[in-house]
């Protein structure tokens, strides 16, 4: 049975309308996806999350965003993966992700490849503006209730 470790970045920001949740455009597909990374040997979660934010979004660790001490969420369940036959075994950590510097918020934002997604429709909805929102990534989210669609 595969084995799938997965750090899955949670950064949040506040809108009118609610909570928004950055995701990340594929280079290969039309999907929105968290930041997130396969936990390497010898490495925790946090550090995986820490890791991935500095590498996909182009931050500096310890200076433009802080990880939470702890998990939001550590799940380890079998399962099956949306578009894959077999069951797997996939232990996944949610954590928090603060950025704390305006430079890296400008940053962010002049990106075209980060979209910021309301809560319900990370909860509720398969598509958010033209983008496929990732139906494992998403499969994640309901089966924790770490987002809830109304937050």
């Known amino acids: 049975m595969q084995t799938i470790e997965l750090g899955l970045a949670l950064i949040r920001q506040r809108a009118s309308e609610g909570s928004m949740w950055l995701t990340q ?22 550090e995986t999350i820490s890791r991935e934010v500095a590498w996909q979004l182009d931050l500096e660790r310890n200076r433009e965003f802080l990880v939470a001490n702890m998990a939001q969420i ?6 099956a993966i949306p578009g894959q036959p077999d069951l797997t075994r996939l232990h996944v950590a949610f954590y ?32 958010f503006s033209g983008w496929l929102i990732n139906p494992f990534h998403q499969s994640l989210i309901h089966r924790s209730k770490v987002i809830e669609s109304w937050y």
Do not use: H, T
């Open 96 to 127: 928090s992700v603060d950025l704390y510097r305006s430079a890296a918020r400008q940053r962010i934002a002049k990106r075209d490849d980060l979209v910021w997604v309301p809560s319900s429709v990370l909860c509720e909805a398969e598509r």
């Open 25 to 46: 455009a594929s280079k290969n597909q039309p999907m929105l996806s968290f930041v997130s990374g396969s936990r390497l040997e010898g490495e925790s979660f946090r």
């Open 74 to 79: 550590d799940l380890e369940f079998e399962g």
